[in-house]
C-alpha cells in the first residue's frame, strides 16, 4: 500500500491522526496532515482504510503496490 495526501484540501479535522497516529500528524501550526510514513507495514493497513473513509474532504489516497 501507498499512502498520498492532498494538503491543499486537508482541513485538518484530525480524524487520520485518531485512526492512525503510526501513520498520520498534524502540524502544530494549523493542524494539517502530515504524512509520517508513505508505505506502511501491512499490519497498518486496516488502520489506514480507516483513517482513510474517515476524512471529511478525501485528502488521503491509497493505492496498491505491484
Known sequence: ????IDEEK???D???VM???AVFDQREEDGLVVL???TP???QYAAVRQAADL???G???LTQDD
Not at 1 to 4: A, G, T, W
Open 55 to 57: 476524512c471529511p474532504f
Open 1 to 4: 500500500m501507498r499512502i498520498e
Open 10 to 12: 486537508c482541513c485538518g
Open 19 to 21: 485512526a492512525a497516529p
Open 14 to 16: 484530525g480524524q487520520c
Open 59 to 61: 485528502v488521503i489516497r
Open 36 to 38: 509520517r510514513v508513505a
Open 41 to 43: 507495514p501491512q499490519s
